[in-house]
Each structure stands twice: as C-alpha cells, then as structure tokens.
C-alpha cells in the first residue's frame, strides 16, 4: 500500500475538464444542502486551483487493484454547492462517460454528516436504494466512503468504487488509507503552494479517547465482528442457514454460541417458527428426558398431568441444545433416533410421536477425545457434526475488542440512564492486552462493572482486576507435573489414554502395545501391575 501511481497522459487529461456541478437543473440539491448547512463552519472551500490538489490527491493514493473508481465529493459553503470530481475511472468505455451519482439518498450524505467511514454492498443495501441502483448500473458491487479532513476543517467525502466483488473493502485498512492520502498530499505542497497545507497536531496534554464505532456493516444479526476470522464464520452461517442441516457449534466458553444459533433460526425457512433452547448442562439428568421428550400422567412420581417435551415445542422451528457434552450416556441413543428418525416416545407412552425439528447443537467440550474416552457415544457424534462451526476465542480476534467495548458502554449507559460516552485509549490498551478466557461474557460484565463505577462521561474501568484475574488464571492452569506428581502416575496415564485410542485393542498392528512399542505380553503385565482394567473407559 505504499506505493504510488504516477500519472499517465491519459489521466492528465481530466485536469482541462471542468468539475460537474451537481447544483444544475439535472439534480435537486436541497436535500444535500440541509445536510450540509449545519457542517458550513468547519467547512474549508477548495477555490484555489481545486483540479491540482485532486490531481495529488490521486496520484498519491496507495494502489489498490481492486478500486477501479475514485471520486471526491466537495462542499463550498459560498456556493451553497456540492460538487462531484470523478479523479480516476478504471470502467468499461461505455462507463467512463457517465458517472453521475446522485448526492441525495446517498453515501455521501451519511459520511459528511456523521463523519465515519461506511462500505455498501450495492446488490444488497437496503439503506440507500437510489445510490445503489446507480452503482449498480455502473457495474460497480461495493463502494466505500471516507470522510476527508485536513488538520480539523472538513474538505469532503472520499468515494471508491469497486467492480470486482462485493466485499471487497472488508478488509482494508480504511483509516491509513485516509491518512496516506492527506500525508502525501501534504507532501505534494512543496511544489504547490496553492494545494492546502495540512497542519501537524500540535502535542496535547489531554488524553486520547476511543473514536471507533460500531458501523453497519459490523453488526450480523446480533453479532458484532470486524475480524477476518469470526467473519468467515458468518459466512458459513448464512450458507448453511437457509438449510434443514444440523449444526454444531463448537467455542469455548463465552464466545456467543447462542448468537450464532439464533441467527441460524432467524435466517432460514422457519424464521416464523418457534426457537427453544435447552441447557443439557443446567437440568438435572433424571429430569432432562421429561424436559426433551415429555411425559404421560402418572409416568413417575410427581407427574400429575401430561407434559409436552421441548422437541414437540419446537416442531416446525429449531431446537437448540447448549452443552449437548453434558447430556447423560442413557439418553444418547434415545436423542440419536429422534435426530436421525424424527420421532420418539413421551416418557411413560406407547405410542410414536413424529416432529419436524432443526437441531442446532453446541458444546463447549472437546467431543472428538470424549468419543475416544467412551464418554460421548461416536454414532451420535457424527450425526451431530453435519456442518460444525467453530467459533474463534476473543483473544485470537483483538481487532474486535475495540467495538465490543464501544457497543457495551453504549448498551450499559442507555440501560442505566449514565452519560458514559468515552473510552481513554490507555485504558483500551489494557484491555486488549488481557486474554479474556470468558471471552465476550467476561468483557460485557466487566463494561458494565466499569459503566457503573464511572460517575462522569470518561469510563473508568478497574483495570487493577484484570492484573489479579490474569494472575490466578496463569497459576490455576494446569501442567504436565500437576497432571502426574510421580513418573508411575505419568506412566498409568500414557497407557489408559493410549488403550482409549485404540478402542481398547492390546494387540495387532493397530493396537496400543505396537502404539507404544512393546510386546503385547509386556503391556498385560504392566496392566495388570499398573491396576489398569478396562472397567475404568
């Protein structure tokens, strides 16, 4: 991204032309002039030689191969104007000679009035539906819009357009993009002076706040991620959505499986229909089949009436079991046959019950070594694990701590009627430095902790727990000398995990005694002599 374009004497060419004036009788500005009106004070009207500084202005950005457009939008509060400069077209031919983009209804609008970034996918935006219609019969599928400053006055917005594909500004780095291209302009001043100079910030005592927020385009369903790697996940989820597959959603602790069920409800074909959740882990396991499958009156003791189960809740919707790892080995074969057959028995009942149920499961267990262990039975297993999704811990997205803690100070201030609104960046330093083994869990309820320690509009979070957190999380984790104190324990241990591995098989090519290279009478001995059975699988 450091590098720059040189001009061609094609693209010179565009310096003899005249900007096109959107204030003509071919556009109604009067929408983008109220827009405008209240931003006229900080506004710095580019009357000095505007087609050289647009000039530098594209000539210097960093290439990007994949923007084959770029424009400026310039406010010029004597003019009452807006005007449109198209600097750089790489379009089919028949696209080059129209580029008129209507300012009303319009990304441009947006971006000035709230000063943010903000990327549109022209096939799906809903929020600006003239603009995309024009996008899209440019050719153009993503456009994104900067706000553009020099020093504190506002110049304009910053358009790139992109035919390649529609998220294709996903993953650029959109504010060194803005501050390359003011850096450079500002290097171009010296062999310009009519270009406007761009002023170095003079070193300030007061502190530095988070200015980052949550855009549009952040927020899936109610999952909010700019990382490359929980969005990859999401793009999962929109493709097996629409289908009646199972999923299995795997993450530790915290991480927001529930979200991601949900959206795998509110995405698919039975959005209209119920959505029920079981927590395996939360009912007793006595009670869990009652609570799955029903029951009939007088089925067992207590059961004074009929009860329906949450499969017959959810038939036509989608039945999520959370900590499906924890559910009991005698419930397993019954929750297999309704999965693979869609039917079962209510507890203390004869006769067949068929339900329509999308089950989405998810577990925060490691299922693949609970098969290997016989805890978790292998048939059930695979018919849970049609399309696994597995969900990135908070500390392997850093790049998204930033807005979840933007998004919980807003969601904590609004629900207790505080006026917390900013974040010192020194604080925000803290706090993606520390791990998060809660992940998302653990930093909303430190927001809010923070939120209603802060009496002012600054969030002043504890960070002295976070030290003392870190620390007992570091000393409580396990090692391999805390596993096995001695070298017999140790040794006890490599034998039960390798027999587990291998089903149990001693001998044979395959079996754990050729695993562990020894002869098969050795490691019967050291069995038998380990009090090794395998009673204890």
Known sequence: MDELVHPSP?????????????????TDLSTAADVFAGQSANALPLHHRPPRAHYELAVRLPVQPEVQALCVWLYEPAQQAVRLHVLLADLPARLK???????????????????QPLIINAEADKRFP??????????????????????DRLIGVLGLASTTRADVFRTFKLEYLQRSALQNLDGARSTDPHLPSVTEPESNPEPKYLEEQVRPEDIFEDIISRSTSLRAVLD????????????????ETGTGKELVARAVHNRSSRSNRPFIRVNCAAIPSGLLESELFGHERGAFTGAVMRKLGRFELANGGTLFLDEIGDIPQELQPKLLRVLQEQEFERLGSTQTTRVDVRVVAATSRNLPQMVANREFRS?????????????????????????LVRHFVDLCSKRMKKSVDRVPMTAMKVLCSYPWPGNVRELQNFIERSVILSPGKVLQPPLAELEVNKYNVDAGEPNAASKATTLKDAEREHIIQTLAETGWTIGGP????????????????????????????
């Open 379 to 403: 048939d059930l297993y695979y018919r849970l694990n049609v399309f696994p999704v597995h969900l990135p811990a908070l500390r392997e997205r850093p790049e998204d701590i930033g807005l």
């Open 130 to 151: 003239e603009f995309a219609r024009g996008l899209m019969e440019a050719g153009i599928k993503s456009f994104c819009g900067l706000p553009l400053m020099i020093a």
């Open 97 to 115: 000679a129209r580029m008129d983009i209507p300012v009303e209804d319009s990304i441009a609008g947006w971006v000035w009035q709230h000063q």
């Open 10 to 26: 094609n693209e010179m060419d565009w310096k003899q032309e005249e900007p096109t004036d959107f204030c003509k009788d071919e």
């Open 510 to 537: 395959k079996g754990a005694a050729a695993r562990l290279g020894l002869p098969r009478t050795t490691l019967v001995s050291m069995m038998q002599r380990l009090g090794i059975a395998r009673t204890q699988a």
């Open 236 to 251: 999962h989820i929109q493709i097996v959505a629409p289908t009646n597959s199972t999923v299995l959603i795997l993450g």
